[in-house]
């Protein structure tokens, strides 16, 4: 059975929809730990605290607003959530995903989706940007598990390109007209809320993955099965655990994730401008 039902998911879109009036988003923005700056530069911006939206979870992770901040961010109608869910914070993956759901009913086409990440690749400096351009999802549950809603997508959905290839050509195009720095790998999720261990990240290492975090995937899984483009980007604010002789703290990935924030807005603003 799935966590919702349509009729839910229906019932907060229309919540949403009359706030909204008669705007219509066409990218939906999520905003990771310490990123959510963002939202401040939004034109004509009308502010939705989730927690009066019909179903909604509550954000609690440091660093997120929890809020939605809807309007024009570089002549994009956008939906910014400034501030996510996150499966450590105690909720399922049907909550943890249930806005992506929600904004594809109101007409959101595309979903740029953020995150402050550990670096896993030794050959790379923390505070480098990494485009996503696939994941490693060990959790044994999955967002699409139970019930399959066909006004979302199919049963068995193809996960081939779960990341647009032409949208992380744009990224790397933007990147490198701005002249700015960044990566293309593979990002780990892992659930949290402890960081990894050290064996963890060697085994991350050989599997594949340039990097590990708490978030995105299940985002872009269901993204992905609702027939959105997708374009994930990570900040990678720490080098991840073994790999320095110093412990993790949450103060160093918000830290580092203000440190970046002037290329990182650069990356995501040019997508943003150059996206057809």
Not at 86 to 97: A, D, K, R, S
Not at 188 to 198: I, N, R, V
């Amino acid at each position: 059975m799935a966590e919702f039902s349509f009729a839910q998911y229906q019932e907060s879109a229309d919540y949403l929809s009359a706030r909204l009036g008669g705007f219509r988003p066409e990218v939906l923005l999520i905003l990771g730990s310490g990123l959510g700056y963002l939202a401040d530069q939004v034109e004509d911006p009308l502010a939705v605290p989730y927690e009066d939206i019909p179903h909604f979870a509550r954000s609690t992770a440091p660093g997120h607003a929890g809020r939605f901040v809807f309007g024009l961010l570089r002549g994009r109608r956008v939906a910014v959530m400034q501030g996510r869910f996150h499966y450590y914070e105690g909720y399922n993956f049907p909550q943890v995903t249930y806005p992506v759901r929600v904004l594809r009913l109101l007409g959101a086409e595309t979903m740029i989706v953020t995150n402050a990440a550990g670096c896993v690749n030794t050959a790379w400096p923390a505070g480098t940007l990494m485009v996503m351009d696939d994941h490693i999802k060990l959790a044994l549950d999955s967002p699409l598990r139970g019930e399959n809603l066909p006004q979302f997508g199919p049963r068995f959905p193809d996960s081939g390109q779960v990341y647009t290839p032409a949208l992380r050509a744009l990224a790397g195009q933007v990147a490198a007209k701005q002249g700015i720095p960044v990566e293309h790998g593979v990002y780990l999720f892992m659930p949290g809320p402890q960081y990894e261990t050290p064996a963890e990240i060697r085994a991350a290492r050989l599997l594949g993955a340039d990097a590990v975090g708490m978030s995105t995937v299940p985002e872009a899984v269901v993204a992905s099965h609702a027939g959105m483009g997708v374009l994930g980007i990570s900040l990678l604010t720490n080098m991840a655990a073994g790999i320095l002789d110093t412990p993790l703290s949450e103060e160093e990935v918000l830290t580092a994730a203000e440190a970046g924030r002037e290329k990182f807005s650069a990356l995501v603003l040019g997508c943003l401008e150059r996206m057809e």
